[in-house]
């Protein structure tokens, strides 16, 4: 429905404050980001990442203009500690999904 929201939420094992932050970060992954990001895609929804300077997170649009609603996912991030990847491994700490009467030209 337009105007409402809902947030998920996924708590990792070992959950002790918010593994955004170093002194909490987890070797665990509740639910790897690769995977999901790779679905919403393929559902045509378009996204983009945060910016730097702020906590990681995923955007992303899917307009429906006969309905006239447009969803938004907000896929917030956290890296689990460990694994071949540098920075760590992505993963999904919570979405948040919205609606709201779309913003599409109908001409």
Request: proline content about 7%.
């Amino acid at each position: 429905m337009p105007g409402k929201r809902i947030e998920i939420r996924f708590i990792p094992e070992g959950w002790r404050g918010d593994p955004r932050d170093a002194e909490n970060a987890l070797s665990t992954c509740g639910l790897d980001f690769a995977p999901l990001h790779e679905d919403i895609v393929k559902l045509g929804y378009w996204g983009a990442e945060s910016p730097l300077y702020l906590r990681e997170f995923w955007s992303y649009r899917k307009d429906w203009p006969a309905n006239n609603i447009t969803f938004y996912l907000v896929v917030n991030l956290y890296r689990a500690t460990g694994g071949d990847q540098p920075k760590g491994r992505p993963c999904v700490l919570y979405i948040e999904i919205t609606a709201d009467d779309a913003e599409v030209d109908h001409g």
